[in-house]
């Protein structure tokens, strides 16, 4: 089975940064687009910004120019650098693969099991 593995959450002070981490496991032949969302009480969960196997990206509004995602293929992982932290950042962050082809089966809109996000002002 293929797994989303998320790390890299936690408390930080506004203004400062923090490294999200999201490591797909199994025998992966490809995942397209990979991205981070992130979800508060009462809110809808929300894209932060995305990245395709060929590297374009796509960022939420409110984190252009703060985050950055980069991924590596061949560790079949994803990263989230955030800079310049709002306490409006504060969430739990899930990492979300569109679609991942293994030799096995291909399985479609996976989601890790989330990490927390705490910005404190």
């Known amino acids: 089975q293929v797994q989303l593995v998320e790390s890299g959450g936690g408390l930080v002070q506004a203004g400062g940064s923090l490294r999200l981490s999201c490591a797909a496991t199994g025998r992966i032949l490809s995942i397209p687009t990979m991205a981070w969302y992130r979800q508060t009480p009462g809110k809808q969960r929300e894209l932060v910004a995305s990245?395709?196997?060929?590297?374009?990206?796509n960022y939420a509004d409110s984190v252009k120019g703060r985050f950055t995602i980069v991924r590596d293929n061949d560790k079949n992982t994803v990263y989230l650098q955030m800079n310049s932290l709002k306490p409006e950042d504060t969430a739990v962050y899930y990492c979300?693969?569109?679609?991942?082809?293994?030799?096995?089966?291909?399985?479609?809109?996976?989601w890790g099991r989330g990490t927390q996000v705490t910005v404190s002002s």
């Open positions: 990245i395709t196997s060929g590297g374009a990206t």
């Open positions: 979300n693969a569109d679609r991942i082809v293994t030799i096995f089966r291909t399985s479609f809109d996976s």
